[in-house]
């Protein structure tokens, strides 16, 4: 990509290029939108070959998620959904990023009711009428993509159905904003503006973030915030959108293990995550599931 004379400037100023760093780039010389971007954002444009590794890496994570999805019952243990994304994952050539990274002690994150995020499968036995939040992140040929799905437990209760089903138009009215010449805010600013009308929360410690080479990369994206937040989006940019909703109250605790995040009100919490890549007409997630 070449940048425009009357675009903003990829440098963040949020001035026109030709005011900006036009002015220090030759004529012979165009400025590369790509080595911008990394250069004053640290953000990786991906090419098309990585572009193409990591859809097959989500393949995979979705691969999985439908059969964890046949799973869920009550009755069973959240070790036992470990089991099934560990057994699935190696035997098709993957590797569970979250196993003994930075400590995390298992292959998957299983988040049940008022756990928000990173709840550690154990000894735990589901429960009719709960909500469980599956989280699978995979590594396939160095690859990494990632998404997340709450699933009901049983029959659910009204309140599960309502955080579910907003949480998950959470997702898909910020994915809408995904699209080149938006900013990181405009994703955030809809998220927000739509759960806290339906009287829900938007948890701010958890953000999306850039995927792909790396488990975290740039851009942060958060799921609150202004439209004019952050940087422009550009093709290529690869990243992860994944609203935590709250029934009650934003805040929230991480209990001793280090992990676990909480809402401090007890409320249900919920959350839906799709990896997507900016494409000249809008995205792609390579992570798909309907919305």
Known sequence: MKVGRNNLCPCGSGKKFKKCCMKNQQVENPVSVKELYYKNHNIRIKNKAEIDGIRESGKLVMETHKIVEKEIRPGITTDFINEIVHEHTLANRGICAPLNYRGFPKSVCTSVNSVICHGIPGPYVLQDGDI????????????????????????????????????????????????????????????????????????????????????????????????????????????????????????????????????????????????????????????????
């Not at 904003?177 to 600013?189: A, C, D, M, P, Q």
């Not at 809402?263 to 494409?279: C, I, N, P, R, Y």
């Open 132 to 291: 469980i939040n599956v989280d699978i992140t995979t590594i396939l040929d160095g690859y990494y993509a990632d998404a997340n799905y709450t699933y009901f437990v049983g029959t659910p209760s009204e309140d599960a159905k309502k955080i579910v089903s907003i949480a998950k138009e959470s997702l898909r009215l910020g994915l809408n904003e995904v699209k080149t010449g938006n900013r990181v805010g405009n994703i955030g600013y809809a998220i927000q503006k739509y759960a806290e009308a339906e009287g829900c929360s938007v948890v701010r410690e958890f953000i999306g973030h850039g995927i792909g080479i790396n488990f975290h990369e740039q851009p942060n994206i958060p799921h609150y915030g202004n439209k004019t937040d952050g940087v422009q989006l550009i093709p290529g940019m690869i990243f992860t959108v994944e609203p935590m909703i709250n029934l009650g109250k934003k805040e929230l605790h991480i209990l001793d293990d280090d992990w676990t995040a909480m809402t401090d009100d007890g409320s249900l919490s919920a959350q839906f995550e799709q990896t997507v890549v900016v494409t000249s007409t809008g995205y792609e997630s390579l992570t798909p599931f309907d919305l």
